[in-house]
């Protein structure tokens, strides 16, 4: 598994990882390094009547018509993710179980409880909100790259085969992001002459992928689901000193 890390993430995904994270589970992906929590504070959001705290966002789009979503997201936090995969899979998300797990909730006095919940909530409503209409994810992970194959004048990039799946996980919720053209996004072709070169300027630094995809399809399951996502293009870059190494558009079948 991989792990993306920020990456000039939108506003309101910072904003309910630093709300949210603290009162839900969200493990981070297996990375080389782990990202810091960003400071915690109120969104907007969270300033919104009761009233409209108590409304559903409402259908834009059929779930499973993901070709006519256009919006776009860098590195979404868990929480993000899980909000994408309520809304790609059209279920109704359970706010009141989430509203109820969160820390400010679960600790606040009695008397201030109902204040938390209508907190909380319209902060959820407000994630649930901007997820809609996305439909192309930006990721930053390790390539996990393989060594040169002379059969083959490739290298194999591990974190983008079919076995690979990137996890995401809040509020008690797993979504995986898989990719189903993963048999040709995998390989990076280079001429045997070049091969040594490469290998010679990774061999201790790793190198970073920089990954665009487009959402395919969801399936949901207990617990959680997968979105599963056709590989567009990526860059292939040294992660010390974020050199280019290549630049790689997968053909569409």
């Not at 192309?136 to 390790?142: I, S």
């Not at 040709?184 to 665009?212: E, F, K, N, Y």
Request: glycine share 6%.
């Amino acid at each position: 598994m991989t792990s993306p890390r920020p990456r000039g993430t939108h506003a309101f995904a910072i904003a309910f990882a630093a709300a949210l994270l603290g009162g839900c589970s969200g493990s981070a992906h297996e990375a080389d390094a782990s990202s810091p929590a960003p400071e915690r504070h109120r969104s907007a959001a969270a300033m919104a009547p009761a009233d409209a705290a108590a409304r559903a966002p409402a259908d834009t789009t059929e779930p499973g018509d993901f070709a006519a979503h256009t919006g776009e997201l860098d590195n979404p936090d868990n929480p993000t993710m899980v909000f994408l995969y309520y809304d790609l899979a059209g279920l109704p998300p359970p706010l009141d179980a989430w509203v109820e797990q969160d820390t400010r909730v679960d600790s606040a006095a009695g008397p201030d409880k109902a204040a938390r919940r209508a907190e909380v909530r319209a902060e959820l409503l407000a994630g649930l909100r901007a997820v809609r209409n996305v439909g192309v994810l930006h990721l930053t992970m390790q390539a996990n790259l393989s060594d040169y194959d002379p059969s083959y004048n490739e290298f194999t990039i591990r974190a983008l085969s079919p076995s690979s799946q990137v996890e995401f996980e809040a509020f008690r919720q797993k979504v995986e992001l898989s990719f189903d053209n993963a048999l040709d996004a995998q390989s990076w072709h280079v001429p045997a002459a070049d091969a040594q070169g490469i290998r010679d300027r990774i061999s201790r630094r790793g190198v970073q992928l920089d990954l665009t995809v487009k959402i395919d399809k969801v399936l949901p399951g207990p617990g959680g689901g997968s979105i599963v996502a056709r590989v567009l293009h990526y860059d292939l870059r040294e992660s010390n000193g974020n050199t280019l190494l290549a630049r790689v558009d997968v053909p569409a079948r």
